[in-house]
């Protein structure tokens, strides 16, 4: 296939790009061929030839640079739908979308790449939704750090410089799948944890999957590792923090959303072994979770402990963060 553009021809491919995220996936069209030459370059790990659940053509009057946008939290975006027709961040992106059709057009305006990875998040929750709705309900992206090692995998789980790219580059000798973003899902009745396109400083990741072992919520430690157990309350209260919110591009009700988060928080907390970690910047930290006897199934009433932290953790979602 061919375009015309700017007065020459060009392939239709060099437009293009079909990014895999988890279990969906979606081309992307762009006018301008140089955009679709960066994605490529930046996600080659996650470029797929499989056909696409979405084609989104984009036009584009941002600089898809690491410059911060200063977006608010999306549990908290501004959004406006109309129809087929959706608004966030008063006009800073825009656009259509028609699921049955597999189409979307998307407008971005202003600076930065935060503002197409806060789209590509709602796509992601918008797709699975529609696509996969038996696997949604447990299926969320988690700002986090995941290692596979030996075959399983471990998440690091904190805010902004809490030293999640640092635990990347320590664990270099491991697969690496992400340094900022990560799928946690649950798969057959086990939570799996998997690569996304969106990383941080880490350019070495991997796009693979592995069973979850363990999530640490990491801090930086002062003279020694430290491991401890929290409680589930504790817990919720501060990985719900680290979720995206599963905004699609259609959604409007924060209260269910919210609830949504909670009970995944809640099922993750009976599942999965958690801790604190406070970690030094070397990689002695891996051997204090060697010497860890990592725990099973916790029996807590989880969903009582969610109930209760549910005011607490919402105004925590309200203090801004960075997105990046």
């Known amino acids: 296939m061919k375009a015309k553009m700017n007065g020459g021809i060009i392939n239709i491919e060099d437009t293009e790009c079909r990014l895999q995220i988890g279990d969906v996936c979606c081309a992307l069209r762009f006018k301008d061929p ?5 994605l490529k370059e930046r996600l080659k790990r996650y470029i797929t030839e499989e056909e696409a659940d979405l084609t989104i053509d984009i036009t584009v009057n941002v600089t898809l640079d690491k410059e911060e946008s200063n977006l608010p939290y999306p549990l908290f975006t501004s959004k406006s739908v109309k129809g087929n027709d959706f608004e966030f961040y008063n006009g800073l992106i825009k656009g259509t979308l028609n699921l049955e059709d597999k189409r979307c057009a998307a407008f971005f305006s202003g600076k930065g790449i935060d503002a197409f990875k806060h789209f590509m998040f709602m796509v992601y929750y918008t797709l699975m939704k529609y696509c ?5 309900k447990n299926n969320f992206l988690v700002h986090a750090c995941a290692v596979s090692r030996d075959g399983e995998g471990y998440v690091f789980v904190g805010p902004s410089k809490s030293g999640k790219s640092t635990i990347a580059r320590l664990s270099s000798d491991y697969s690496v799948l992400n340094d900022e973003t990560v799928i946690i899902k649950k798969e057959k009745g086990s939570y799996i944890v998997g690569s996304t396109p969106f990383r941080g400083d880490f350019l070495d990741n991997e796009n693979v999957s592995a069973p979850l072992k363990a999530i640490f919520l990491i801090k930086h430690g002062d003279g020694k590792n430290i491991i401890k157990s929290i409680s589930k309350m504790e817990f919720i209260t ?8 599963p905004n699609t591009l259609f959604s409007t009700n924060v209260e269910n959303t919210f609830l949504e988060m909670l009970d995944f928080c809640a099922d993750v907390a009976n599942e999965v072994p958690f801790y604190e970690l406070q ?9 204090s979770i060697d010497e860890l006897e990592i725990g099973g199934r916790r029996c807590e009433d989880t969903q009582y402990n969610a109930v209760l932290v549910y005011h607490g953790a919402a105004r925590e979602h309200a203090v801004g963060k960075d997105m990046g």
Do not use: N, T
């Open 34 to 38: 140089a955009y679709s030459s960066y």
């Open 132 to 136: 996969h709705p038996g696997e949604s």
């Open 238 to 245: 501060r990985f719900i923090r680290e979720v995206i919110s």
């Open 279 to 287: 970690f030094l910047p070397d990689r002695s930290f891996w051997d």
